[in-house]
């Protein structure tokens, strides 16, 4: 099974809203609400941003947002600061009693 | 606090064997299923495999089953990965991550370890 897709890169000045997307197809994203996004900076463990497409875990800021339409979810960050720098990883669970990840995509906070 | 911390890792010739550790605290250990996530340099993760709570079901991607093993030790709050004929194409940083599971089924990871990188060169 193909990874699911997200743009390589994407980059926002502090303050700013970005969003990053993550396609996949009727048997992942499409078909089940069990899509989750990850912060990764470099050299340490990811981090569970979202879960069950929209839900943040305790403790997780609210600038982080997740939504889904179709077979493609997004993951929002708004009033973007520094620390958001990483890389971010979207999964989602399959029709293969599997997980998959996408890509990911390095956010540059310029 | 939840804590995994990884261990095992290092550099192995080609069709050779390695056995990675996770070392579980701060949780009831034989209430989650566990996972093995692995990420190969400068590219992005990859499930390799689960185990249920009580090691009585398995799953493994297509790429390691039948040369990957998973395990566990409920009483040593340990998960194990037993990696046998390693390839080039196997070196990665191999996370171990609890699971999260809904009808049975694991769904997404809530906590991951530091990782232990695994080399397979000649």
């Known amino acids: 099974q193909s990874a699911l897709t997200q743009p390589a890169s994407v980059s926002g000045s502090p303050g700013q809203s970005i969003t990053i997307s993550c396609t996949g197809t009727?048997?992942?994203?499409?078909?089940?609400?069990?899509v989750s996004w990850y912060q990764q900076h470099p050299g340490k463990a990811p981090k569970l941003m979202i879960y069950?497409?929209?839900d943040r875990p305790s403790g997780i800021s609210s600038r982080f947002s997740g939504s889904k339409s179709g077979s493609t979810a997004s993951l929002t960050i708004s009033g973007l600061q520094a620390e958001d720098e990483a890389d971010y990883y979207c999964?989602?669970?399959?029709?293969?009693?599997?997980?998959?990840f996408g890509g990911g995509t390095k956010l540059t906070v310029l | 606090e939840v804590q995994l911390v990884e261990s095992g890792g290092g550099l192995v010739q080609p069709g050779g064997s390695l056995r990675l550790s996770c070392a579980a605290s701060?949780?009831?250990?034989?209430?989650?299923?566990m996972s093995w996530v692995r990420q190969a340099p400068g590219k992005g993760l990859e499930w390799v495999a689960n185990i249920k709570r009580d090691g009585s079901e398995k799953n493994y991607v297509d790429s390691v089953r039948g040369r990957f093993t998973i395990a566990r030790d409920n009483a040593k709050k340990s998960l194990y990965l037993q990696m046998n004929s390693l390839r080039a194409d196997d070196t990665a940083v191999y996370y171990c991550?609890?699971?999260?599971?809904?009808?049975?089924?694991?769904?997404?990871?809530?906590?991951w370890g530091q990782g232990t990188p695994v080399t397979v060169s000649s």
């Open positions: 009727s048997s992942d994203v499409g078909g089940y609400n069990y």
């Open positions: 701060g949780f009831i250990f034989s209430s989650y299923w």
């Open positions: 999964s989602s669970y399959t029709s293969s009693n599997t997980v998959i």
């Open positions: 991550a609890r699971a999260v599971t809904t009808f049975g089924v694991v769904i997404q990871f809530d906590f």
């Open positions: 069950d497409v929209s």
